[in-house]
């Protein structure tokens, strides 16, 4: 009974929130899934049934509709195969693995026939994509009904989903089902399956699993029916179903997709939180591994307390951490890890996966084309969970990032963080520009709009924007309002070029007791400028140089000198002091992504 009423009050909750989503103009479409599958754990392979029911809040007529079939990227020879085996520096855990798969060891999901509201439709296999030509176009505001029928193959656990993971974990069952392309203001997002991640239809869904019944199933959705499954979910008594299969059904309230990981060996832990979710574990039986799992658990509450009191309420009624996986990857209400680790490890996959339930979970943003405003948001505020739980790196918690971005800079092999995921030249130029490059995205904001600033950005962000689907330009206009000031620059110069920051102080004269100093930009991307003087006498004075640009200046620490304002296109800044200079600093904070920070502190010669 507690589960229903928790489901129910999730319910009215996310219809609210629902109802909310097509105001100012914004819209997006709408899905309802129903599936039944049934998985033979002998041979991996499963059956299914799909009902999906779709709603076109555009204010276009759709011919054509398109599914993504993950699965079908684990055969030889297809784009994800391929690509592994050409690009310069290949993911380890694909390389040519996919080309080397036996028949029985590949993936695939097959739609053997599918309707439109009871008719036949027609359709196109294309690798990891379904082209669907509708019999009656779906009109602004209208709903269809597909049905389905479809098969698959689990194939060996290469990247993200797959059977028998390194450690051992049976099923990871993510990205297993025909799931509808997103369909936005920019068109279609059907992209192929070639080695990123992920966009999908906010909607709700209704699932059912039949299992072996010596399986223990974790994922997404609230489980309807405990008293017939037992295994750790709170029952008042177990009602045995006939057969050797139990039937797990779930259902997840507005969510973007759904996601399971199964295995005979879990063990299935929950810690319920005072004002918070019901958190779930499930981890293999395994003595080597057992204490860090049980360590993880209050550790896990912390983190979830942490990014409600941060970013904004978790609005689900329960989180599951679940053993399975490739290394870690989020989806809707739960993460697979793997767990197999250093307890310090455990947590800190921990703290960046369950960061993900805000970042591109909540904040669905497109990941193909927005992966730092993703990982890289994830990043800064998991980074920040980790010191304050931990209390190491308390200072400055994203200085690693910064590390990266330079050492990128410094390769050579840098592209714009506007790059599609899958058109890098180098995985490696990938995950910094994602990860390092998109956390110091955020941390350098404080720089330029205070850390107060930044705080009620994010949090504006999430109330603005969780359950729908936010762009860059979303993000920056939130911090425009929090602030005040102008801030496409910033988003420009540093997510869509690759423009760096370079400012240097080029020479100081002291003559009569009196300073002059002068500042260069050598960069392309303008910064404000914060400044700290010593003096000759040993005062220390700091003082603020806005952007004219930025049309305003974050607020300012009592006793920093504000000074004139300097414009992008003059390369060089006069600064005049009324004493004897010893000492200058350009960001002593450090949280200015400067190239070459040699060049930032001059000190006069005695």
Same mark, same amino acid.
């Given at each position: ?455 009620? &950005? ?5 109330? *603005? @924007?969780?359950?729908?689907? $936010? #762009? ?6 939130? /911090? ?77 620490? &009592? ?5 004139? *304002? @300097?414009?992008?296109?003059? $390369? #060089? ?6 004493? /004897? ?26």
């Amino acid at each position: 009974m507690r589960v229903l009423i928790g489901l129910i009050m999730t319910t009215c909750v996310l219809s609210t929130i629902q109802a909310q989503r097509f105001e100012n103009g914004y819209w997006q479409q709408e899905v309802s899934y129903k599936m039944t599958v049934d998985m033979d754990v002998e041979t991996y392979n499963f059956q299914g049934t799909q009902e999906l029911v779709y709603t076109n809040h555009s204010l276009e007529t759709l011919d054509r509709v398109f599914f993504h079939l993950f699965f079908n990227a684990f055969q030889p020879g297809s784009e994800m195969d391929v690509r592994s085996r050409t690009i310069a520096d290949p993911d380890s855990r694909v390389a040519d693995r996919i080309y080397k798969l036996s028949q029985d060891e590949i993936g695939f999901l097959n739609v053997s026939k599918l309707k439109q509201n009871g008719k036949d439709l027609a359709y196109k296999l294309s690798g990891t994509i379904l082209e669907v030509d509708l019999n009656k176009p779906i009109g602004p505001g209208e709903s269809t009904t597909f049905n389905m029928l479809f098969n698959g193959q689990v194939p060996l656990q290469i990247r993200r989903s797959g059977r028998n993971n390194k450690e051992g974990v049976a099923l990871s069952m993510a990205q297993w089902y025909p799931k509808l392309a997103e369909y936005d203001f920019e068109g279609w997002h059907a992209d192929p399956y070639i080695g990123r991640e992920f966009h999908g239809v906010w909607g709700d869904f209704d699932v059912t699993i039949n299992i072996d019944k010596d399986y223990i199933i974790g994922g997404t959705g609230y489980l309807q029916n405990p008293n017939d499954i037992g295994h750790g979910y709170e029952t008042k008594s177990v009602k045995p179903q006939k057969g050797d299969k139990l039937s797990w059904h779930f259902k997840a309230p507005m969510v973007h997709d759904f996601t399971w990981a199964a295995d005979p060996d879990y063990i299935h832990d929950t810690l319920k939180m005072k004002n918070g979710p019901t958190l779930h574990f499930f981890y293999q039986n395994d003595p080597e591994i057992i204490e860090n799992w049980k360590n993880l658990q209050p550790k896990t509450a912390e983190l979830m307390a942490f990014y409600s009191d941060n970013i904004g309420k978790y609005p689900y009624n329960q989180y599951s951490v679940i053993q399975g996986g490739d290394g870690g990857m989020e989806y809707g209400m739960c993460t697979l890890i793997t767990g197999k680790r250093p307890f310090n490890s455990l947590f800190g996959v921990t703290a960046h996966e369950m960061a993900h339930t805000w970042f591109q979970f909540l904040l669905a943003t497109d990941e193909s084309q927005h992966e730092w405003m993703d990982e890289g948001f994830t990043s800064y505020i998991s980074d920040r969970a980790e010191a304050k739980i931990t209390g190491l790196n308390t200072d400055h918690p994203s200085k690693n990032s910064y590390r990266g971005y330079y050492r990128l800079v410094e390769s050579g092999l840098e592209q714009p963080q506007s790059t599609h995921a899958d058109r890098y030249n180098y995985n490696y130029a990938y995950g910094v520009a994602a990860y390092s490059k998109g956390a110091v995205f955020l941390d350098q904001l404080s720089y330029v709009i205070g850390q107060e600033g930044l705080d009620k &950005t994010i949090k504006k962000y999430f109330n *603005d @924007w969780h359950f729908k689907h $936010p #762009t860059p330009n979303d993000f920056i206009r939130c /911090a425009e309002k929090v602030s005040g000031l102008e801030l496409s620059w910033y988003l420009n110069d540093w997510t869509r070029t690759t423009n760096q920051i370079d400012y240097s102080i080029k020479s100081v004269e002291n003559s009569d007791g009196k300073s002059v100093v002068m500042l260069e930009r050598a960069g392309l991307m303008p910064m404000p400028i914060d400044l700290t003087v010593t003096y000759v006498d040993g005062r220390v004075e700091n003082h603020h140089i806005p952007l004219t640009m930025m049309r305003g200046t974050k607020p300012l620490a &009592t006793g920093t000198v504000l000074q004139k *304002d @300097w414009a992008w296109a003059y $390369p #060089t800044y006069t600064l005049t002091l009324k004493n /004897a200079v010893k000492k200058v600093d350009i960001d002593p904070s450090q949280r200015m992504a400067d190239v070459n920070r040699e060049n930032n502190t001059f000190v006069m010669d005695n």
